[in-house]
Nanobody, 123 residues
Framework: QVQLVESGGGSVQPGGSLTLSCAAS????????LGWFRQAPGKEREFVIS????????YYADSVKGRFTISRDSAKNTVYLRMNNLTPEDTAIYYC????????????????WGQGTRVTVSS
């Protein structure tokens, strides 16, 4: 079982930026794809972005292409989500996720979740 610990998040004005981080630990943590899902109030949890254990390629939801990027520090087993040009539609709880896949993380394939971190975009 992989354990995921998130940090970052908070409140920001529209057009602002935030960075989330997710540290993975546990058996074979370095061999898992890591990524992020988010859940807005009253909505289902949705895929945002992920990267495989090699650090690439990355997969993006259409709604975040060109604004969000993900990077992976293999030495630390940590992924970083950089979010730029945030809009109120990005307001949600963001969850780090791990899955044993080389490709985009599918919700049903997630084997470990982080505790979630709140991102609020408001003027």
């Amino acid at each position: 079982q992989v354990q995921l610990v998130e940090s970052g998040g908070g409140s920001v004005q529209p057009g602002g930026s935030l960075t989330l981080s997710c540290a993975a630990s546990g058996r074979d943590a370095e061999s898992y794809a890591l990524g992020w899902f988010r859940q807005a109030p009253g909505k289902e949890r949705e895929f945002v972005i992920s990267v495989n254990y090699l650090g690439g390629p990355a997969y993006y939801a259409d709604s975040v292409k060109g604004r969000f990027t993900i990077s992976r520090d293999s030495a630390k087993n940590t992924v970083y989500l950089r979010m730029n040009n945030l809009t109120p539609e990005d307001t949600a709880i963001y969850y780090c996720a791990a899955a044993s896949t080389y490709y985009r993380i599918n919700l049903r394939a997630v084997t470990s979740w982080g505790q979630g971190t709140r991102v609020t975009v408001s003027s």
